[in-house]
């Protein structure tokens, strides 16, 4: 089956940590429905990362440190669609001290996607999208929400920042909504995955049973980005398959 057609022609899409995973996925589906892309990653050159970047703008982006969030949110431009796949990654170089000022801070909306957002709100407030601009956060807000409240609280400070941006922003025309996924690497990746085990079960179906992908959870953010998803905001959609276990989302 085809997947759904979008047409995302002269619009502005702004992917946090499209480099990789799940937010280059996002990216190259963007591109494909005509959207002008700009990923982020935290490298200095696009050439240090194995995925094809060369078809997007390219952003060095820290979401740990104040002045690259405040360049970014600068130099980025028109903004129609702002997608947030970047993980929560604290410098290995950093101290106790330091990684509880970075916690301190996130938990604070200093740091982090949040604050991103926030940087981003007006020129997400001057887009012509049906609906108004449209920000998309995935799984990856959840790790974020860790740092700020840890990990037993993290999925519900998920849904409740979802919401609460959308009721904050929706006077602005700006919709806010989230993708949560249950994600799961093959064993032969060298990488494990994110696995967010709140956002529905883990299936365990043998190998001929559907397996969900990447795609699926892309073509989700591309929905609520849509203007078929004009007058939905503040939802998180849960990602994790048909049938009662859900399905198994790998790379």
């Not at 959840?142 to 409740?160: D, I, K, P, Q, S």
Request: proline share 3%; aromatic share 4%; hydrophobic share 40%.
């Amino acid at each position: 089956m085809a997947n759904p057609s979008y047409d995302f022609t002269h619009r502005r899409v702004l992917v946090v940590g499209g480099t990789r995973g799940l937010g280059n996925t996002i990216a190259r589906r963007f591109a494909r429905a005509g959207a002008s892309v700009t990923v982020t990653g935290t490298q200095s050159l696009r050439s240090a990362y194995d995925a094809r970047l060369q078809d997007y703008d390219y952003q060095r982006l820290d979401l740990t440190n104040h002045d690259s969030i405040v360049r970014v949110a600068e130099q980025v431009g028109p903004v129609d669609i702002l997608v947030n796949a970047a993980g929560a990654r604290v410098p290995h170089t950093a101290d106790a001290q330091e990684q509880e000022f970075v916690s301190h801070s996130v938990r604070l909306g200093l740091l982090g996607p949040t604050q991103l957002a926030h940087r981003l709100r007006h020129r997400l407030a001057e887009s012509q999208m049906r609906g108004g601009g449209a920000v998309i956060s995935t799984h990856h807000l959840r790790r974020w929400c860790e740092m700020a409240v840890g990990g037993a609280n993290a999925h519900t400070e998920m849904l409740n920042t979802t919401s609460r941006l959308a009721a904050a922003w929706g006077s602005n025309g700006i919709r806010v909504n989230a993708v949560a996924s249950t994600v799961v690497v093959p064993r032969q990746a060298p990488q494990r995955g994110d696995l967010d085990k709140e956002s529905g079960p883990v299936l365990t179906r043998t190998r001929t049973q559907r397996t969900g992908t990447l795609h699926d959870v892309a073509e989700a953010a591309l929905f609520l980005a849509s203007s078929g998803a004009a007058f939905i905001t503040g939802q998180t959609l849960m990602v994790n398959g048909s049938g009662a276990g859900g399905a198994r989302i790998a790379h």
